[in-house]
């Protein structure tokens, strides 16, 4: 034993030597057991995961200022709340279903670190789900609405039911409004496709196809005359080749 505890310690370190990123040790305001009663506490380590999930957060407009009053906050209400320190899985699972709309930007930043996984088991759960969706009979699913299904599986429990609803009344308008517009896009081609076939006529077009129409009309009549006079004077034709 004495020889198997120094390399698994080894190899235990080299498997988890990303943990010595110093991003890992400002998500102990995340724990409400961590918590001091110094009045600035937590502030440093906000600030320092808001500088370090500046991207993504600057998307999701976050304000580093009201994150900061949210976070005074939200500990007067941990404490009045909960005379017991709670489970921190039970309190985020809790705020960010039911109090999201009280501390908007705090639960923003509190999302990106409850996503930081401690193993790859995330990732494999993540490729078992991809397996399940992406059966022989979804197999002309777009990337698009893949990539959409499995963010829906991945934040359904942490979605709340409006942010759901919003979210499939926000997808259904978009789907219509695209359906809508290949619609109009193909009337369109359909539209400029008759009107390519279509001649266009001009002033001395119209005048040369009157002009031809009338010359039908009266080469066709004189003909019928014509015929009408051979026909009624039958005697002046027999005459004519008799005399020949």
Not at 119 to 145: C, G, P, Q, W, Y
Not at 202 to 215: A, P
Request: proline share 4%.
């Amino acid at each position: 034993m004495s020889k198997v505890i120094p390399v698994l310690v080894q190899t235990l370190k080299a498997r988890f030597a990303n943990y010595d990123d110093a991003i890992y040790s400002k998500t102990r305001w995340l724990n409400p057991e961590l918590w001091c009663s110094e009045r600035e506490y937590g502030i440093e380590d906000i600030t320092a995961m808001a500088a370090h999930f500046a991207k993504p957060l600057e998307h999701a407009s976050f304000n580093l200022a009201s994150a900061l009053k949210e976070w005074h906050s939200f500990k007067i209400y941990v404490r009045s709340h909960y005379p017991k320190l709670p489970d921190p899985k039970c309190l985020w699972k809790s705020v960010l279903s039911i109090r999201r709309e009280e501390f908007p930007n705090l639960c923003k930043l509190a999302s990106l670190a409850i996503c930081i996984s401690g193993s790859n088991s995330t990732a494999e759960r993540t490729f078992s789900v991809l397996t399940n969706i992406l059966s022989d009979k979804h197999l002309s699913m777009r990337h698009s609405t893949l990539d959409d299904s499995l963010i829906v599986y991945g934040n359904d429990g942490l979605w709340s039911v409006k942010e759901k609803e919003e979210s499939l009344t926000a997808q259904y308008r978009s789907t219509l409004k695209q359906t809508t517009g290949e619609r109009k896009l193909v009337n369109q081609r359909k539209d400029r496709n008759l009107t390519r076939k279509l001649p266009v006529i001009n002033h001395k077009s119209w005048l040369t196809l009157w002009l031809l129409m009338m010359t039908v009309i009266l080469t066709a009549t004189h003909l019928s005359q014509t015929k009408n006079f051979h026909f009624q004077n039958p005697t002046v034709t027999e005459r004519i080749e008799f005399n020949a």
